[in-house]
């Protein structure tokens, strides 16, 4: 399952204010695909958390977004507007 997936899964499977142990045995089985990376599950993540409830699926989205590794960003240092680090010698590529 894709990370952004996930706000509906928890609103299609739980019922909110859920605790932690809810959210682990109903969800927690289910596995993430980053990008770029090896795949992990929803237990892995949420069990980094020191949260004992959520109190939507939302609250339960934003606390995974927060705690999920690099693999999940996608392309590092990608910057769309043309500010990409420059090689050492100087000349950057200019596209108009």
Do not use: W
């Amino acid at each position: 399952m894709r990370l952004p997936e996930t706000r509906d899964l928890f609103a299609r499977e739980l019922d909110f204010p859920a605790s932690r142990t809810t959210v682990l045995e109903r969800v927690g089985n289910t596995e993430l695909a980053p990008p770029d990376g090896e795949a992990t599950t929803i237990r892995k993540i949420v069990e980094r958390s020191e949260v004992t409830e959520f109190d939507s699926a939302d609250d339960l989205y934003d606390t995974l977004m927060s705690l999920v590794g690099p693999q999940f960003v996608g392309r590092r240092y990608y910057d769309d507007r043309g500010t990409m680090p420059q090689s050492g010698d100087g000349e950057g590529e200019v596209s108009f």
